[in-house]
């Protein structure tokens, strides 16, 4: 009989409905139910496309003897962190402050007052290298409660008094300025791998937001070393295994520090902010490499994650069916060169086989080997290698594909909609900024529907129960000023203020601090306030930069000023820990460089309008913001741009032609009408 989890959104929920553990759905009533029985509750946390959350289910959660002993003793609840990041983010806290380190799945005891006393994350079910086995824990947690309760309770209470003493030092007052911007890059250099590229050893996670701050310092500064070591890593990505060289796109992260090996989910999230980056890097050298990756990956993410609704899907899986009904991490991604020779034949397999990094013994498990693009190969047949790449990408379509997590998260469609929005428009692609536009229409229909406020999933057209987090209104917010950039629609510029008044209403705390959870969200044991940047920019930073733009668009003193107190926290962190505050530094060079605000006049359809449109679009100067519009007493019938966008009241045709106006700190300089020139200030 299906379990409580039946009727849930969550596809990773939905893996557990037919458990024989009595799983329960993070709720009041859980807790309620654990109260009434006297027993503690059993916290699991995972996600879809984790890899050793699959495996402890089936070895734990499947097995009818333990699930027997679980729901005799304890309530378990089972949560999706990505459904619920502030449940995840509280606990974890406490997981990694008890034992030192943390990771999913997460496996926590709580007393019926969601107040947690024991803590661990993947445990097997037979005693193994030093950990005990999963049965044990169970035996011995409900041993200590119904013996020693007095002493769970006190540790609990500890415990939560420890974590709500936390108070976060986020730098007093001001925001970075150079002399912070400085130490930042010495640190990045410090950490930085120089044979390999990326930051510090194995395993080794794509630093987008930290390239992000190298792109944009370098255009401030000019500092050579920041492009290089930014120019480098994403080279160094491209070329390895962490890169899907066949369809496109990224694997979540490489375990080894060289790129070779990843571990083999692909997220939206990582794709959006990765295409995104390739795309500035484009902007900034003209690379064909990064030009070639960010339309690969936003490719990707059309073809493998877009649902049919229109919005994107939040993951891959890492494992998939090996064709004996094993399910085997990344056996649809890796060739063997008995594989390459049934698809392409002796010849052709021994080509690709150099091409593609793929050895007699492997570079992964069993004799495969993950393709690559080693340096040094030689002058390449650019059409053989298209056409081998072809018949490799048509024979692995027949393999078993990968599950896919297709819940919608708001946040990571507002870092999607913003990718997709600004490569279309680089790389003169309008279905790409089409796909972004539909997504963008999708979280407006149903994650903000008729409410006031933004809901943080939705699956099969359906909005999930769970509120939005502070990343869901920043990143939306930001997804949002990028179309609005792009398209010349004002409508996205409004729905973004629409969300950050949210913020600035419900999500601020005491000078400049931000909060992950609204006011009035369900209270947990600590109210969540996490300023790093991790697998992406933190609500925290990501508000600080749409703030920004959005005070640049409009005048707003009160978001500037929203935005300059939460930079706070990167004053504090940015010289310290440098690679963890990757967004908040990026946020930071915007604000010291202005931001500039570029309004463009002119008709839609005329080709001078749209050249120097597009001359803004592609200007490097650090976070500048773009507002694109007919003239006033422009097309009939059409809302007056400069109601929509605030950057185009008064500011007219030059001589009847196109014209660009570049303004910053209350200056601006003198209108333009030629591109070139329009460029030239938009990139020192």
């Known amino acids: 009989m299906a379990n409580r989890l039946a009727h849930e959104t969550s596809p990773y929920l939905l893996q557990h409905a037919d458990n024989p553990v009595d799983w329960w759905p993070w709720s009041g009533e859980a807790f309620e139910e654990a109260r009434r029985r006297g027993v503690p509750v059993l916290l699991s946390v995972g996600y879809s496309s984790c890899h050793w959350c699959h495996v402890m289910a089936h070895e734990s959660f499947e097995d009818e003897t333990t699930a027997e002993y679980v729901n005799e003793h304890f309530v378990p609840v089972k949560v999706d962190r990505e459904e619920r990041p502030d449940v995840d983010a509280v606990y974890m806290e406490a997981v990694q402050a008890a034992t030192g380190h943390g990771g999913w799945p997460m496996t926590v005891f709580l007393t019926p007052d969601a107040e947690p006393f024991y803590f661990g994350t993947y445990f097997p079910p037979a005693p193994r290298h030093g950990m005990p086995s999963f049965p044990q824990v169970l035996q011995g947690v409900a041993i200590a409660w119904a013996d020693r309760r007095e002493e769970v309770d006190e540790v609990a209470g500890n415990i939560v008094r420890e974590l709500s003493g936390r108070s976060l030092a986020y730098g007093g007052a001001g925001a970075p300025g150079e002399q912070e911007l400085a130490q930042a890059l010495l640190g990045l250099t410090r950490d930085y791998d120089d044979r390999h590229g990326g930051f510090g050893g194995a395993p080794k996670f794509p630093p987008s937001m930290v390239i992000e701050f190298l792109l944009r310092h370098y255009a401030r500064t000019g500092a050579e070393g920041a492009l290089q070591m930014a120019a480098d890593t994403c080279e160094a990505m491209a070329r390895g295994g962490i890169y899907d060289q066949l369809g496109g ?207 943080r999933t939705s699956r099969d057209g359906h909005a999930g129960a769970n509120a939005g987090v502070l990343e869901d209104y920043a990143d939306v917010a ?150 694109f519009g007919e003239p006033a007493g422009g097309t009939l019938g059409a809302p007056a741009a400069e109601e929509e966008f605030p950057l185009l009241r008064d500011r007219p045709l030059v001589d009847g032609r196109p014209a660009a106006y570049v303004c910053r700190h209350f200056t601006c300089e003198a209108p333009t009408t030629d591109p070139e020139d329009l460029a030239g200030k938009l990139a020192n």
């Open 249 to 455: 796109g990224f694997a979540r992260y490489s375990v080894d520090r060289e790129w070779v090996v990843p571990h083999f989910e692909k997220m939206l999230y990582d794709n959006a902010l990765l295409c995104r980056v390739y795309a500035h890097l484009w902007r900034v050298t003209g690379s064909d490499l990064a030009r070639r990756v960010a339309l690969e990956t936003a490719d990707f993410m059309v073809r493998e994650l877009r649902t049919a609704e229109g919005g994107f899907a939040s993951a891959l899986d890492a494992d998939s069916d090996d064709g004996t009904g094993r399910h085997v991490e990344g056996a649809f991604y890796v060739w063997t060169p008995e594989q390459l020779r049934e698809v392409l034949g002796d010849e052709d397999a021994a080509y690709a086989a150099r091409h593609y990094g793929v050895t007699e013994e492997g570079t992964f498990e069993e004799g495969a080997s993950v393709l690559q693009l080693p340096q040094g190969t030689g002058v390449v047949d650019a059409e053989r290698l298209e056409g081998i790449r072809e018949r490799l990408l048509a024979a692995r379509a027949e393999r078993p594909r990968p599950g896919r997590d297709d819940k919608i998260v708001a946040a990571w469609n507002g870092l999607a909609i913003a990718a997709l929005a600004e490569t279309g428009a680089y790389f003169d692609r309008p279905d790409l900024v089409e796909r972004a536009t539909e997504a963008a229409d999708l979280l407006v229909r149903l994650h903000l529907g008729s409410g006031a406020r933004l809901g």
């Open 478 to 627: 930001e997804g949002f000023l990028a179309l609005a950039a792009v398209t010349g629609e004002g409508v996205w510029l409004e729905f973004s203020g629409f969300l950050l008044d949210i913020v600035l209403d419900r999500f601020t705390g005491e000078g400049g601090a931000l909060f992950d959870t609204a006011h009035d969200a369900e209270r947990l044991i600590r109210r969540p306030q996490d300023p790093t940047d991790n697998a992406t920019p933190s609500g925290w930073t990501a508000a600080a930069g749409a703030l920004l733009s959005y005070a640049a668009h409009t005048g707003s003193e009160a978001h500037r000023a929203a935005a300059e107190g939460a930079l706070g926290v990167v004053k504090a962190l940015g010289p310290r820990a440098p690679r963890f505050i990757g967004w908040g530094l990026a946020v930071a060079e915007a604000l010291l460089d202005g931001p500039r605000e570029v309004a463009v006049v002119g008709h839609r359809d005329d080709d001078a309008a749209r050249a120097l449109h597009r001359a803004a679009l592609l200007g490097t100067a650090p976070g500048a913001v773009v507002a």
